[in-house]
Each structure stands twice: as structure tokens, then as C-alpha cells.
């Protein structure tokens, strides 16, 4: 019997292919000179210190919030000074790298792909060409880069600020001093926590990155096409993100027993 | 090739060019020569592959047969090294101008020149960027963005790094589109001073017929994926031909 798939599933099955060479030529281009240290810098500024409020104010107030929602939960429980280690733990392992990851995909992942496909359109990338650079090497390989080595730093920035939402929370309703909140925090926080949450980061920033450069760098139909770059460069993004930290929690259970 | 193409004065020789999007046919057999300090306009309908033309001839885009040579090189054949090499040869100014939003004026305008002139120092470059923003009147918007310069001062920032690198040929696409009609012809004798100035080759693609005139040495039309015809302005302007007398009404 003669079987067809419905257009979605080829298109989507297309679609994956082409993501995967334009990774492939990523890998093959990264490390070909000339290398492009000075752009690469640029857009870390952009992708690392221009989202630093986002991240920040975001970061804080999930710290904030996790700690006021469980607390009522643990003091019924008679657990209420089991709070700083729980919220450490759920910060760190989890909403530290994952809140870190989508607000980076919302806010870097529209800007790359909007400003990729507005490129496109606009021939920004035949103009580099004829100006004898390679639009890959100095438009995607750099921006891939940047999210790949900024999204770590930006975790470890918004874990910090969590943490300290933690602490405030923990002071609204009740009183424990900096010192002793901090080593509780630290009791049960052992750096077999805060490898693989750093770890999966790398490959968060790395596919932010990518999709987005992939979404951008083929846009397609002029104005409409940018819209829709940007759009479809969050949404898959978002998406992967959650599907990679599953996988990153089931290989990091392998290896840890908890 | 490279002497013979010096010997006669040839700059761009295009041999039996095609091309094809899919089943559509965009070029089919386009044959034509530019020489030294000619000025080539080519006109045709929208669609009718004239801007894929110019877009083979810099390399952006690969043909499927023929031959494209380039100031002696066949441009289909060579290597990324060859080409970029050649394309130091070759300016291009974009129907959008192309100029990258996130750099200033002077950013957009030394991009090429360390892209290819790696060599050159600050003051040199400085010195270049200078002199042409100079020649298009635009020294006064060195620092500025793209997006606070008005159509005509960004087209003219557009030719402007188009010439920096000097350039023996330039291929402009509809350079005066989306303009109005004194700002229009402001640029043709703008393109047409900097030919004069640099001595450049140019196919100018366009439908501008005021343009045209001003710039040409010769007109092709562009039809059915072949040159469909070819003379100076005032010929074709003659020609009872229906298809060529469309342009002049």
C-alpha cells in the first residue's frame, strides 16, 4: 500500500533537516579563520549585559514568589526551616536556568530573528558578501557564539538575584538573618547541583542561538517574513528549551542519585 | 583570458548565460559585452531577471550554465579566495541601498575597506571615507544612522561605499526607484560624475528612462529571458517596435 504524508509532517520533517546542516555549517565555519573576536564581543554586550534588568528583575522576583507560595505549605508541615535549602535547590537545578533561558528567548531570539530576516529582505547580507565577508561567518557563527557563552553567566547571575528574592521572602513573614539564610542555602547545595544546571545553560543559549539565526538568516516574503521570523524563532526556541531540560534532567539522574 | 581581455578593452564578457528558479526560466540565453568605460542600462519588466542578471555577474548567485567572465575570470568557476578578490573590482549598489542599520554612517562605509584593504591604517581609512562621502555631498551625516537619512541621502551613502574600494566596474539594481523626480535625477548625474571621475564600467539596471538617458552609452532590453534588443537611447527611442516603444510612452 502506497503511503503519504500530509504536508505538516513533510514540512516539519524539511524543516528539521535543514536546522541540522545549517548546525553542521556552523561547526565547520566556527572554526575556519578568519575568526571574528571583535563581533563576537559586540553581540555578547548585546545578548549578556543588555538583558541583564530582564533577567535580573525576572530572577528575583520568581525567588521572591517560589519561597512566599511554598512557605505556608512547609510550616504546616513543621518543615518551615527546611525553606532556604528548598528554594536553593528548585532555583539552582531548575528555575534559575530555565526562567534565564525563556526570557532570552523572548527578548534575544525576536531581536536576532527579526534583525537576520530585516537583513535578508533588506540585502544587508548580498552587501557584506560583495564586501568580501562571509554573512555567516560574521552574522551567525558570532551571534551562536554570544548566546552560547552569555546565557551561562546570565544564569549564575540570575541564580545569585533568586536567591536573594529568596531571602527577602523569607523575611516578610518571618525572620532569619543573611547569615543564616546563606548556610542553609549552602548546607544542601552540593556543586554536583550546579554542574548540570550550568552545563544544560550551554545548551540553552546554544539553541536560543541557533533557531534564531536559522528563523532570521532565511526569512523569507519582505516585511511579513520578518514578522514571522521573529515569531517562529521564540515559539521554537521556547519550545526546544523545555525538551532540552528534560533530557537534561533524565541524563543528570543517570548519573546522580537522589 | 586575462590578456586578451585587456587587449580588448573588454571588461565583462556574459556567454550563453541561464538560469532558472524551479520550471521558471528566468534567463535563457543572454549573451552581451561590456567594455572599458561603458555604460550599460538594461530595461525590461518586472520579473524578467534583470536584477538575477547583475546578481550572477557579482557571484550572489550561482547560474545553472553558461559563462560569466569578470575582468578576465570566470566567476562561476573560481574559489571563494578568487572571487572575493575579484569582487575588491566590483562596486554594487542595492535597490534598498543595503546599508547596515546597526553601523553609522562611517561604520557602513569603512566595513569594506577593512573587509578587503586589511592593510590600510586608521588615517588612511579615515581619509577614504572622507573623500567619498565629500564627492556625494554627505560629509555632514558621517556619525549619523542609518534610519535618520532620507531615501536620497541613504542611496547616496549607498554609492558611496559602492566606490569606495575604487572600483573598475559597477553594477547598480534601479538605483533611482522609490525617488522623486528631482532627487531621481540628482542621482543619475551623480552616478554619472563618479563614472567620469573613476573611469568605471557600469550596467545600471532600471526603468527609469530619465536615468537612462543620462547615464547610457547603450540600452538592452531585457524580454522572454534573452536580449530582446539593443542600441543607444536614441535608437531604441526610433524603434516602431511595440515591445521597445512601451518604455518611451
Redo the contacts between chains.
Keep these: 500500500m502506497h503511503m503519504t504524508f500530509p504536508d505538516s509532517i513533510k514540512n516539519t520533517l524539511v524543516e528539521i533537516n535543514e536546522t541540522a546542516r545549517f548546525a553542521l555549517r556552523f561547526f565547520r565555519e566556527v572554526f575556519i579563520p578568519p575568526y571574528e573576536f571583535k563581533e563576537v564581543i559586540r553581540q555578547g554586550y548585546e545578548v549578556g549585559y543588555k538583558s541583564i534588568p530582564l533577567v535580573g528583575t525576572t530572577a528575583f522576583i520568581m525567588g521572591l514568589v517560589v519561597t512566599m507560595q511554598s512557605r505556608p505549605t512547609l510550616v504546616e508541615f513543621g518543615a518551615g526551616a527546611w525553606l532556604p535549602a528548598m528554594a536553593a535547590v528548585g532555583i539552582v537545578r531548575e528555575i534559575g536556568p530555565v526562567v534565564t533561558a525563556l526570557m532570552c528567548a523572548g527578548k534575544v531570539g525576536s531581536n536576532i530573528g527579526a534583525e537576520l530576516g530585516s537583513m535578508k529582505v533588506t540585502e544587508q547580507l548580498d552587501a557584506m558578501e560583495v564586501s568580501g565577508t562571509n554573512p555567516f561567518k560574521f552574522v551567525v557563527v558570532t551571534r551562536i557564539l554570544a548566546t552560547t557563552l552569555m546565557i551561562p553567566i546570565l544564569v549564575v547571575f540570575a541564580d545569585t538575584l533568586s536567591l536573594f528574592g529568596s531571602f527577602v521572602a523569607a523575611n516578610i513573614k518571618g525572620h532569619i538573618s543573611f547569615y543564616l539564610f546563606c548556610s542553609q542555602v549552602f548546607e544542601k547545595l552540593v556543586f554536583m547541583d550546579v554542574i548540570p544546571s550550568i552545563s544544560k545553560s550551554f545548551f540553552f543559549g546554544f539553541i536560543i542561538g541557533l533557531i534564531s539565526c536559522y528563523q532570521g538568516y532565511n526569512s523569507k516574503k519582505g516585511t511579513e517574513g520578518v514578522g514571522k521570523s521573529a515569531n517562529a524563532a521564540v515559539v521554537i526556541s521556547s519550545l526546544l528549551v523545555f525538551i532540552i531540560d528534560l533530557m537534561a534532567v533524565q541524563i543528570t539522574n543517570i548519573f546522580m542519585k537522589y | 583570458m586575462s590578456t586578451t581581455f585587456e587587449n580588448t578593452g573588454t571588461v565583462i564578457e556574459i556567454i550563453h548565460l541561464k538560469k532558472s528558479f524551479g520550471k521558471n526560466e528566468v534567463l535563457k540565453d543572454v549573451n552581451f559585452t561590456l567594455k572599458r568605460g561603458e555604460s550599460i542600462v538594461v530595461l525590461g519588466k518586472s520579473g524578467c531577471g534583470k536584477s538575477v542578471l547583475i546578481?550572477c555577474i557579482?557571484g550572489?548567485m550561482d547560474c545553472d550554465g553558461g559563462e560569466i567572465h569578470v575582468l578576465g575570470k570566470n566567476i562561476p568557476k573560481l574559489k571563494?579566495r578568487e572571487l572575493?578578490s575579484v569582487?575588491?573590482k566590483?562596486g554594487?549598489l542595492?535597490?534598498?541601498s543595503?546599508?547596515?542599520?546597526?553601523m553609522t554612517v562611517r561604520e557602513n562605509l569603512e566595513?569594506?575597506l577593512t573587509?578587503?584593504l586589511r592593510s590600510k591604517t586608521k588615517k588612511e581609512i579615515n581619509e577614504r571615507v572622507e573623500e567619498v562621502l565629500l564627492n556625494v555631498g554627505l560629509l555632514g551625516a558621517i556619525d549619523m544612522i542609518p534610519s535618520e537619512l532620507s531615501g536620497g541621502m541613504r542611496k547616496r551613502i549607498g554609492l558611496a561605499?559602492s566606490l569606495i574600494l575604487r572600483p573598475e566596474i559597477m553594477l547598480y539594481d534601479e538605483p533611482t526607484t522609490g525617488l522623486d523626480p528631482i532627487t531621481a535625477k540628482e542621482i543619475s548625474k551623480l552616478m554619472l560624475d563618479m563614472q567620469k571621475k573613476y573611469n568605471t564600467s557600469s550596467i545600471i539596471i532600471s526603468h527609469d528612462m530619465n536615468c537612462a538617458r543620462l547615464t547610457s552609452n547603450r540600452l538592452m532590453l531585457l524580454m522572454d529571458g534573452v536580449l530582446y534588443a539593443q542600441g543607444t537611447y536614441e535608437e531604441l527611442e526610433k524603434s516602431t517596435d511595440k515591445n521597445i516603444k512601451a518604455f518611451f510612452e
Design positions: 546578481k557579482s550572489l571563494q572575493d569582487r575588491e566590483i554594487f542595492f535597490q534598498s543595503a546599508l547596515y542599520d546597526s566595513f569594506p573587509r578587503h561605499r
